[in-house]
Structure formats: structure tokens, C-alpha cells
């Protein structure tokens, strides 16, 4: 391998390594042996990480979507939905595991204010990047999201990769989708099962990725269990691919 070409980690002691540093910054970076202190370094260089994370933690600093998920649960009366959020740095060191490139199309199903669909957009040289929300207050805060990243100097191609659309993603045509990204800690039994046989038959969707619990699927296999900081927490992830 040539020294001059980029690694992205994809062992789960390197992953863990990325989390603890994200997490805890200055203190961890200590215990992380320097030969993985070196692509981590390298690896945030190569995305831009240290230019991209501050935009995106300024634009999203003004909307709280706790508070839309739980005005929009009141008036749904949709009390089983329970709502969370990526971690900026964590989440697009689980997306390097299946390196995004120009012919992705990336969906998130129950995107919230839109924080995964941005991230991706942002950082990975990707197709398109869609969200599909049930709550129109959160599917709007998403859009206002969008429009505060297009007068940011150099992010302004971004908006053109970048779609909403407000609905229960179980209705909604995904059929160019090629990654799909779930975070299943509410999905149970007939949505979650609806969604899997959904996922199986878009032949289109090479790869899927959920927080807390796997695919059951004869479909797609799993292939990396790992672990991810998302905003309640450090959770279980795990990347399928459809052979």
C-alpha cells in the first residue's frame, strides 16, 4: 500500500479510538496509540472535518428538535415516537466505514431537522441526499437548516444534493436509494418488519445502516457491528451490504 494514499479506519478498535477522541477530546487522545492518533489526523484532514464541524454545529445551534419532536408528538398524539440525534464527528466516522462516493444516493428514514442528511451532504463527494420526516415542525426546521448552509462561502452546490420530504417513510418511493440510514430504537413489530421487507425489495439499496438493533433479513448481511455516540447516548450500530 502506497504511504501517500489514505486508509480510511475500518476496524472497530480504530472506530472506537475516533469515538473516545471525538468524545472526549484532549484527555482520550492519550490512550489512543499514535499510529491511530496519525489517521485519525489524516483522516479528519482528508474530509476537512476541522473546517466542516463548526458550520454545521452553527447552523443547527438555533433549533431544537427535542422540543419540535415533542410539540409535533402532542399533537399527533404519536406518543411512541421517541426522538434523537447524531453526534456531528461520530456519525461521519460510521459513514467512512462504507466511503459515500459520487454514485451515492443517501437516504436517513426519520431524518428530524435534518442533521444526518446535512452531515453527509457536507463532508462525502455523494449523488444526493435525502430525508424523510413524519412531522411537518421538523420537516420545515430541516429546509430552514438548508437555506442557512447556502450562504455559507463554498457550501452553496450543497443545497442542489440535498432533499426533504415530509411523510411516514413506509409510503414514500425510495427506489434510487443506495445507502439507508435508521435509527430503529422505536421501530417494533409491524413497522419494523414492513420496513425490512421495504428495504428488501428496492433492489437499489446496497447498503443499510441502523443504531440499536440489526436487520433480521435474508436479504442483506451484516457485516460490521460497531458503536456510534449519538446525542442520548453511545449505541450499537450495525452496517448490512445486499450481496
Given amino acids: 500500500m502506497r504511504k501517500d494514499k489514505l486508509t480510511l479506519p475500518l476496524t472497530f478498535n480504530t472506530l472506537i479510538a475516533l469515538i473516545l477522541v471525538i468524545s472526549f477530546g484532549f484527555i482520550a487522545i492519550y490512550s489512543v496509540p499514535i499510529k491511530n492518533r496519525h ?16 458550520i454545521f454545529e452553527s447552523i443547527f445551534s438555533e433549533v431544537n428538535g427535542f422540543q419540535l419532536s415533542q410539540i409535533s408528538k402532542q399533537n399527533c398524539n404519536a406518543i411512541d415516537y421517541i426522538y434523537g440525534e447524531i453526534e ?71 443545497q442542489d444534493k440535498i432533499s426533504f420530504i415530509q411523510g411516514n ?27 425490512i421487507k421495504r428495504l428488501e425489495s428496492t433492489s437499489s439499496i446496497n447498503t443499510v445502516i441502523t443504531t440499536t438493533k440489526p436487520l433480521k433479513s435474508g436479504v442483506f448481511t451484516m457485516v460490521n457491528a460497531t458503536c456510534v455516540e449519538m446525542s442520548w447516548g453511545v449505541v450499537n450500530a450495525y452496517i448490512h451490504h445486499r450481496p
Fill in 39 to 54: 489517521r485519525i489526523s489524516r483522516w479528519k484532514s482528508k474530509l476537512q472535518l476541522d473546517k466542516h464541524a463548526p
Fill in 169 to 195: 417513510f413506509l409510503d414514500i418511493n425510495i427506489s434510487d436509494a443506495t445507502l439507508v440510514f435508521i435509527n430503529a430504537s422505536t421501530l417494533i413489530g409491524n413497522s419494523w418488519n414492513s420496513l
Fill in 88 to 158: 456531528f464527528l461520530p456519525f461521519i466516522s460510521l459513514l467512512s466505514l462504507v466511503k459515500p462516493n459520487t454514485d451515492t444516493v443517501f437516504y436517513d428514514l426519520g431524518s428530524g431537522t435534518g442533521k444526518a442528511v446535512i452531515a453527509c451532504a457536507m463532508v462525502f463527494p455523494i449523488k444526493r441526499a435525502v430525508g424523510i420526516e413524519l412531522f411537518p415542525l421538523l420537516h420545515e426546521a430541516s429546509w430552514d437548516r438548508t437555506a442557512k448552509l447556502e450562504v455559507i462561502d463554498g457550501y452553496q452546490c450543497i
